[in-house]
């Protein structure tokens, strides 16, 4: 298994400010994913992660607004940037190494969250 | 259009009574489904995982059955406790490597 460090845990913040969401991981992985977990929904995949390359992002998420970092295979970063209310949401560090050994079905792994409310 | 379907919706039971959690899913191709619990202000941790060719895995009062043909699963807990109380996500991952599809969950209640 894989054990996720994601800080900070929480915060709130002034709109059109930027905060930058860390996540350690304590094992290189191949993957990591970050998500948007909005108030009643499920987790909507923000982006892929990639260790050496920019980020692959889903369709309604910019680069702009959602820039990540991936400086090697234990750690990245998330901004969510120029801030508004609509972006108070819980956002999720996830890991998942789907060819580790071979193995096809291994499990994800996810960080506490970080609880945003902007104001 | 995958999609990952979850009832009820929300549950509040009674303490040492049983319950009963169900998932549809559309996803295809289909590569294993995942039942995962989140308590209120944490990440999402794994109960149980199967593939298609698995058709029941307990992990201790847990007990997640799936049946690929009609492509529903349900996930039992036995003799619930306060601890139980939380949200309930149904996740289905396609081929490996592609993003997983998660329900919306559902949030159990357990009541003293």
Not at chain 2, 72 to 90: E, F, G, K, P, V
Request: charged share 15%; net charge neutral; aromatic share 8%.
């Amino acid at each position: 298994s894989a054990v996720i460090s994601q800080k900070p845990s929480r915060d709130i913040c002034q709109r059109g400010t930027s905060l930058t969401i860390q996540c350690q991981v304590d094992s290189q992985v191949t993957m990591m994913f970050w998500y948007r977990q909005q108030p009643g929904q499920s987790l909507t995949l923000i982006a892929t992660a990639n260790q050496g390359s920019e980020a692959t992002y889903e369709s309604g998420f910019v680069i702009d607004k959602f820039p990540i970092s991936r400086p090697n295979l234990t750690f990245s970063t998330l901004t969510v940037s120029n801030m508004s209310p609509e972006d108070s949401s819980i956002y999720l560090c996830s890991v998942e190494d789907p060819w580790a050994g071979g193995r096809m079905n291994t499990e994800a792994f996810f960080g506490q969250g970080t609880r945003l409310t902007v104001v | 259009k995958n999609q990952v379907e979850q009832s009820p919706q929300s549950l509040i039971i009674l303490e040492g009574k049983n319950c009963t959690l169900q998932c549809n899913y559309t996803v295809s191709p289909f590569s294993n489904l995942r039942w995962y619990k989140q308590d209120t202000g944490r990440g999402p941790v794994s109960l149980t995982i199967m593939t298609f060719s698995e058709n029941t895995k307990s992990n201790g009062r847990y007990t997640a059955t799936l049946d690929a043909d009609t492509k529903q699963s349900s996930l039992h807990i036995t003799a619930s406790q306060l601890s139980d109380s939380a949200s309930y996500i149904c996740v289905v991952s396609g081929t490996a490597g592609t993003a997983l599809i998660f329900g919306k969950g559902t949030t159990l209640s357990v009541s003293s």
